[in-house]
């Protein structure tokens, strides 16, 4: 068996890796090969704790919060594989690559993130994914689907159509008030993130998603290789 850990930043990425990506996955294996391939998420904690319990979601500092919980993780599972699902966007400051950041693209920014964090953690069995610019441009693929979840905003989601134009998803910015997430709740203000989110990803599909989306395309590509792996019974 092949078992991937994903380190996600919320419930909504935790919902979309359970609900989406692993049905889309597992199903390339055939039923007699489910059992091959595990696909976990695992929520980000915060260092706050109450009671002996610790906070789930939102990414806070890199060194006191994701270093240590990403090592913890590939210590605990040491033959098992690591990847993550964190927004560009609001990075910490601390995050690798961050004081250096390119003045190039929003592809290229990112991959100088993904290094820096790789070589970081320095782990042969971990594989960082940033998502360009947050969750909700893999909306922005198709958000024609999001007037089709909320049909009493069907006038607001044409405006929302307009307003982003011809830009692809992946580069829609990182501006305070014109940020993916922040677009989507202007328009259609009973958009939650960890309820709609997900269920709105999962009707635009993963192929619509990866083909205006390719920054993620080349992230799902790397988990499908492992999934191939899995079936064909390598370790």
Not at 37 to 59: M, N, Y
Not at 96 to 107: D, I, N, S, V
Request: proline share 8%; aromatic share 12%.
């Amino acid at each position: 068996m092949i078992r991937v850990f994903v380190y996600v930043e919320g419930y909504t990425e935790h919902f979309f890796v359970r609900d989406v990506l692993v049905p889309y996955l597992v199903s390339s294996l055939g039923e007699e090969n489910r059992w091959r391939f595990d696909l976990i998420p695992v929520i980000a904690h915060t260092s706050r704790e109450k009671s002996g319990r610790k906070f789930k979601g939102g990414i806070t500092s890199y060194k006191r919060q994701v270093k240590p919980q990403i090592r913890d993780l590939l210590t605990q599972n040491p033959q098992s594989w690591l990847t993550t699902m964190l927004d560009y966007y609001r990075l910490p400051k601390d995050f690798p690559g961050k004081a250096t950041l390119p003045a190039g693209t929003p592809y290229q920014r990112v991959t100088h993130l993904e290094r820096e964090f790789a070589n970081d953690i320095n782990s042969p069995r971990f594989f960082p994914f940033i998502v360009l610019h947050e969750f909700e441009a893999l909306l922005l693929a198709q958000p024609s689907i999001i007037g089709l979840v909320f049909p009493q905003y069907r006038q607001e989601t044409q405006k929302l159509i307009a307003e982003i134009g011809a830009t692809p998803p992946e580069e829609i910015n990182e501006g305070e008030e014109t940020h993916p997430a922040a677009r989507i709740q202007y328009h259609i203000p009973d958009y939650r993130k960890w309820r709609d989110g997900p269920r709105i990803a999962k009707q635009i599909g993963l192929n619509t998603i990866r083909t205006r989306c390719p920054h993620f395309n080349e992230w799902l590509r790397w988990l499908e290789t492992l999934a191939q792996k899995a079936k064909q019974g390598d370790p």
